[in-house]
């Protein structure tokens, strides 16, 4: 894991949007590969592909492998890969078996805008066109080694151009001021014409992100949405 200095970044949506304010945190290095998943089925086998209730993974759960404990003909080459089609529910087991959690939606975002030389990147044309440009292509047949991933400022590999990943609190759309406890806040649904109003619509890939985290269910398994561990200090 690397530490993630705390600082305060803008959401890049909604008109009226506030800083946001992220505490100093852990983060791990890479996205939880295929290998580390396959060690985590084989200590705790409710979590097998034959074993997981239905409640929390969908029927494309580790669709991928050959098996309870077979990544499939090709582990050679995607051991190191990220792992995907796995839940919310799933990953959360994941990163709490390992003493970590997943990370929140802003800390995920705040470490995201991180580019190899910057800490924020918002601004930077290079880093924006390059998450456009990894975002407009297919999922390849077979996804790269983690390690293969840009290393950013804080010495992430694969924020960008890897794949989605799973937040902590993924389905939370709606994101102002600095708690989304206080109610008396007005909250704006995202949604694709919420851009309108963003801070930085520039970086729209931020709206993508967004865009895809608020489809989504807990019990969802999606090709090319695999997820990494946080801890807090």
């Known amino acids: 894991m690397v530490n993630v200095k705390g600082g305060t970044f803008v959401p890049l949506y909604g008109s009226d949007s506030i800083p946001v304010k992220v505490k100093t945190f852990l983060m791990d290095v890479y996205p939880v590969t295929n290998a580390e998943y396959l060690a985590f089925v084989n200590k705790y086998p409710k979590w097998r592909k034959s074993a997981v209730k239905k409640l929390f993974a ?4 580790l669709k991928k492998w050959d098996g309870d404990l077979s990544i499939g ?35 995920w975002e ?46 992430l590999h694969g924020m ?4 989605w990943e799973w937040t902590q609190n993924f389905n939370s759309a709606m994101v102002v001021g600095e708690s989304r ?33 608020s489809s989504l269910k807990a019990n969802y398994t999606v090709a090319n949405l695999g997820f990494r561990c946080a801890k807090s200090i």
């Open 58 to 61: 969908d029927e494309n759960y």
């Open 73 to 107: 003909p090709n582990a050679a080459k995607i051991q190191n890969s990220p792992v995907i089609n796995v839940s919310w529910f799933s990953a959360k087991a994941y990163c709490e078996c390992q003493g970590k959690r997943l990370a929140t939606v802003e800390e």
């Open 110 to 155: 705040y470490a995201a805008l991180a580019s190899e030389t910057k800490a924020n990147a918002a601004n930077d044309e290079k880093f924006y066109q390059r998450s456009i440009e990894w975002y407009s292509k297919p999922n390849p047949t077979y996804l790269p080694p983690v390690q293969e991933g840009f290393r950013n400022y804080y010495g």
């Open 160 to 163: 960008i151009g890897m794949v």
């Open 181 to 213: 406890a206080d109610v008396t806040m007005d909250r704006q649904l995202f949604c694709g014409s919420g851009s309108d109003g963003a801070k930085d619509v520039k970086n729209y890939v931020a709206f993508m992100r967004y865009a895809f985290r």
